[in-house]
């Protein structure tokens, strides 16, 4: 009932068994000779037939030779051959299954027996010259891998059977390069690497065949198909204005690129008479005609060219007009610098990138008529004048190709034929005609008057002003491109220009910067006048309302260090007025600094994270100008998504973050002019931390129990520790009492600590990964369950002050760094930005019990936004709301709460024993958390006095709050974080004493 519905079934039953076996290809050859005609019947039948075969030669390339035997014993390639022949009856079909046949079976091939039999009979080379139906796009994807596939088994021992030497036959290169422009990415990209693989061949006759007849016209087509994609990328640039066509110029940037990198690669193999045609082809028929001919001036319109070309010849005077400049197309200024950066940044090729950056820094308009020869003699053999011209070839490709392959002349299509703009352009017949049109003109012109003569007279003289006037224009313009008195819209472009001419690998070192340094025009010098653009944008930069990129900021200080490098007498080539302005521009950045550092909240946030990301993102211009979105007018919205180095700001948090960042870049090429070594940056010492896994010495050190419940309901018992500048949870070492092992590290400044309404002895702490992306995944988040509420007031205390006292310390030192006056000399911190005894944890330098306190006590000097409200209601209660900060330091008395301090602790990171029995109890300082100075109140004095609670027993902690005694201070005390109240009687100006042990819970 159910009978089998193969291929195989029906009249040609009775198939062998084993699939992989000589004898099934002996069915399977059976069975191809039955169906010599495909059909709609039989055409499924050869297809799995087809496939089979090739499963069959792969197995037996393994392990029988004799499967090859008889492979080519019946020459079943010529098989392959007639099947594809047909026309009719679902040809197409078989077609498809045959090339992947074939595609599967060569690349599957690893013995080069095999291989060779394969390629024997030359049928594979028919087969490659076969006219497929290539509208069908299954039939152009696998002929195309096909070839790929065949060009990746080239060698020179292999290379014999697809080059005939005596017939100049090649179809694997000469079928494939035709399409080069093909409209399907992938077929482009796949003839890439056909002929790349080609090229790579060391052979020289197949290498000559490729120069003499297939290089001059597949290099002027491809730079043809360049320049057709370049006018198009112009056009997207000039309508999309808005950011609104962002992938498709994106698209034409990224395909730009491969071309670049595709003639990139054909260089870098180093082939002498290949490189020299393709060379000038670039030259003559793209960069000169294309690139640099954009970065002139925009002719006069046509009519006005052929009226004073018609005024000369009335007046037998000679006016340097050329018509056929009038018709050569261009390209936008942006998009001209856009594209000579990316010829720097990808091609090193030392002939071709040294007659380019010459033609652009001591070239006029003669190159457009001699060419750049003369240049190119210094690298190449002696080449002719070769009159540049951009223009689409006589033929195309494939008739050029066909024509070709005909004849046996080693030289007929020799570059000179090809190349000749003057001959055979379209360009050049269109002047012709220009020609003829004037010698009419001129007819018409004999009976002027000489009123009008004189008029005509003036018009041609400014018109030949206006186009000889520029001794070097194309460097005049790249340098007028840096003014950046609107925006930085050509400005961006024309530094990567510099930056790529500079810093590429195919130039001798520093040929630019002596070339550029001997660029003069009388007693200007441009490398002089370069210096001095590039500090105008510095400047520019450091003001208020700048509309300069920070992208563009940094281009240009990496540019200022590079044209001053010392000499051999280590002095900087830089005047001491150009260094004055660069030092004014840093100074003024620290003045706008300063007005974000009094009014922004996440100042301290933006500052460490714009610290950071300026050190790991180190300057990369050629990714930079992958970057297809800087063509466009610089935008200030965040919706385009384009990266904030190469917007303008956006919002006032965007603001100060390019203050921070271009202060941070003009600080670092300071210290850069001044030989010095960042000593006050970044604002923690990572050195100086505990680590995870560090071995902590805590004795004498005050701990607090808890139970760390995550998130999965999991807990872990831990002790908390909370250090002048960290959060630490420790476990107790199991070799050694009294020290542990920390287990988690966060930074007490981005803690943020909650209670829990319904557990007085819970607390929900989260401690952030810093900066001011807050929907990062935090560190750590999870709920801390304490022994008793008194605990956990002491945590929520010391986590709270501890966080503030943090940020506090972190507020000064930036302080210290942009200068801030009345900040300089504060007695409340250290010298190098370290706290005073007033800081918990081991990185206090309080003094020891008994010694007298020097220094005022210290109060927060900046934001109060995120202090305790102990702390906010001193400064709500002051009425000196005009006085600074520091002024009012030694008015204000120590708070009103006294929290359990946190003992000095070493932390070893060593787990040597020795290491840890040197370690003397006796050694260890025992800094307070707190130090009362009772010699700044009025009317007292006396030495001071320590208030310190040690210990992490209950019964400890309240004989201690019991016995310990306050004076009176004319503050209000904190209520949420206090543990010793007042009695209800005390005023803001009163000297009553506070009542002895008072416990008050929150």
Request: aromatic share 8%; with cysteine; net charge negative.
């Amino acid at each position: 009932m159910f009978r089998s519905r193969s291929w195989f079934g029906g009249p040609w039953g009775g198939r062998p068994k084993n699939r992989l076996s000589l004898e099934h290809l002996k069915y399977l050859y059976s069975i191809l000779e039955k169906n010599t005609t495909v059909s709609e019947n039989n055409r499924g039948l050869l297809v799995e037939s087809l496939r089979c075969i090739a499963e069959i030669l792969i197995w037996g390339d393994q392990h029988d030779s004799l499967v090859f035997d008889f492979f080519l014993e019946k020459n079943m390639l010529s098989y392959f051959l007639q099947i594809m022949r047909q026309k009719s009856g679902g040809s197409s079909f078989v077609c498809v299954q045959l090339l992947q046949t074939l595609n599967i079976l060569f690349e599957n091939i690893r013995n080069e027996t095999s291989l060779y039999y394969l390629l024997s009979n030359n049928h594979v080379n028919s087969i490659m010259v076969h006219k497929f139906d290539f509208s069908d796009e299954d039939v152009m994807g696998y002929y195309i891998l096909f070839l790929k596939t065949l060009s990746l088994k080239l060698n020179t021992h292999t290379i014999h059977f697809f080059y005939n030497e005596h017939t100049n036959d090649f179809p694997l290169y000469t079928e494939a390069i035709k399409f080069f422009n093909h409209p399907e990415s992938m077929v482009r990209i796949a003839v890439r690497t056909i002929s790349l693989n080609v090229y790579k061949v060391q052979n020289s006759s197949m290498l000559r065949f490729i120069r003499d007849k297939t290089a001059a016209p597949y290099f002027s087509n491809l730079v043809w198909f360049i320049g057709k994609h370049i006018l198009e990328l112009d056009t997207c640039v000039r309508t999309d204005i808005d950011h609104q066509s962002n992938q498709k110029l994106s698209n034409l940037v990224a395909e730009h690129l491969d071309h670049l990198h595709y003639l990139s690669d054909i260089l870098l193999l180093d082939i002498k008479d290949l490189n020299a045609v393709l060379t000038e082809h670039l030259l003559h028929k793209l960069f000169v005609p294309l690139y640099i001919f954009s970065l002139t001036p925009a002719p006069p319109p046509p009519s006005l060219a052929v009226v004073t070309q018609n005024l000369a010849a009335v007046l037998n005077r000679n006016v340097d007009i050329d018509i056929q400049e009038m018709h050569n197309p261009r390209v936008s200024s942006i998009v001209a610098l856009f594209l000579l950066s990316l010829v720097f940044l990808v091609v090193s090729h030392a002939p071709l990138v040294h007659a380019l950056a010459w033609v652009i820094l001591n070239g006029d308009h003669s190159v457009f008529k001699e060419g750049a020869a003369e240049i190119l003699n210094s690298y190449v053999e002696h080449r002719e004048v070769v009159v540049p011209g951009f223009g689409e070839p006589n033929e195309s490709l494939e008739q050029a190709l066909d024509t070709v392959t005909g004849q046996s002349s080693a030289s007929s299509y020799a570059l000179s034929e090809d190349s000749g703009v003057e001959s055979s352009s379209p360009a050049a017949t269109e002047l012709d005609s220009q020609a003829d049109a004037v010698e009419a003109e001129q007819q018409k012109l004999r009976n002027i008057t000489d009123e009008e003569k004189q008029l005509l007279q003036k018009s041609s003289s400014s018109a030949k002003t206006d186009f000889t006037e520029m001794a070097k224009p194309f460097l005049d313009t790249v340098l007028h491109a840096l003014d950046c008195t609107e925006n930085d819209y050509l400005a961006l472009l024309s530094l990567c220009l510099i930056y790529a001419m500079s810093h590429n690998r195919g130039i001798k070192n520093e040929w630019f910067d002596q070339v550029l340094a001997k660029s003069t025009r009388g007693a200007f010098s441009y490398k002089t006048a370069l210096i001095e653009h590039l500090l105008s944008i510095i400047t520019q930069s450091s003001q208020p309302s700048s509309r300069i990129r920070l992208i563009t900021v940094e281009i240009a200080l990496e540019l200022l260090v590079t044209f001053t490098r010392p000499n051999s007498d280590e002095s900087r080539c830089i005047t001491a007025a150009q260094q004055d302005l660069l030092f004014s521009a840093r100074n003024q950045s620290m003045v706008v600094l300063r007005n974000f550092y009094k009014s922004e909240d996440i100042f301290l946030d933006l500052f460490e994270d714009e610290y950071n990301e300026m050190r790991k993102a180190q300057l990369n211009v050629e990714f930079l100008c992958m970057d297809s979105t800087i063509l466009l007018p610089p935008t200030g919205t965040p919706l385009t998504g384009i990266n904030f180095t190469r917007r303008l700001p956006c919002g006032e948090v965007e603001k100060a973050r390019r203050a921070i960042r271009v202060y941070f870049l003009l600080r670092r090429t300071c210290q850069k002019f001044l030989n010095e070594k960042e000593s006050l940056l970044p604002l923690t010492n990572v050195v100086n931390l505990v680590q995870v896994e560090n071995v902590l010495d805590l004795n004498n050190s005050d701990l607090i129990a808890c139970t760390v419940v995550a998130k999965d309901s999991s807990k872990q018992r831990r002790f908390l520790v909370i250090d002048a500048l960290q959060l630490i949870l420790v476990e107790p070492d199991a070799k050694l009492l009294g020290w542990g092992v920390a287990k988690f590290v966060g930074f007490l400044q981005d803690v943020e600590v909650q209670g829990d309404k319904d557990d007085s002895r819970c607390l929900h702490i989260t401690v952030h990964r810093g900066g001011v992306t807050h929907n990062r995944t935090p560190l750590l988040s999870a709920k801390f369950l304490f022994d008793d509420h008194i605990r956990c007031m002491a945590a929520k205390q010391r986590l709270t002050k501890g966080r503030s006292k943090a940020r506090q310390k972190k507020m000064y030192q930036i302080a210290q760094l942009i200068e801030i006056p009345g900040q300089m000399d504060s007695p409340v911190f250290a010298v190098g930005g370290t706290m005073a005894a007033s800081s918990g944890g081991g990185g206090g330098s309080g003094n020891s019990s008994g010694s007298s306190s020097r220094s005022s006590h210290h109060r927060p000097m900046f934001s109060t936004a995120n202090r305790v409200p102990g702390f906010a209601a001193v400064l709500r209660g002051s009425n000196s709301a005009g006085v600074s900060r520091t002024q009012m330091a030694p008015n204000r008395s120590i708070e009103g709460s006294e929290e359990i301090p946190l003992e000095d602790f070493q932390h070893s990171r060593n787990n040597s024993p020795h290491s840890r029995g040197n370690q003397s109890p006796a050694s260890r300082s025992h800094t307070p958390i707190r130090v009362l100075h009772y010699d700044q109140l009025s009317g007292h004095s006396g030495s001071p006095r320590e208030a310190s609670l040690g210990g992490t027993g209950t019964n400890a902690l309240l004989s201690q709050l019991n016995g310990l005694a306050r004076e009176v201070l004319p503050v209000q005390s904190s209520e949420e974080t206090s543990f010793i109240g007042s009695d209800g009687n005390e005023s803001t100006g009163g000297s009553e004493s506070r009542r002895r042990g008072a416990i008050e819970t929150v």
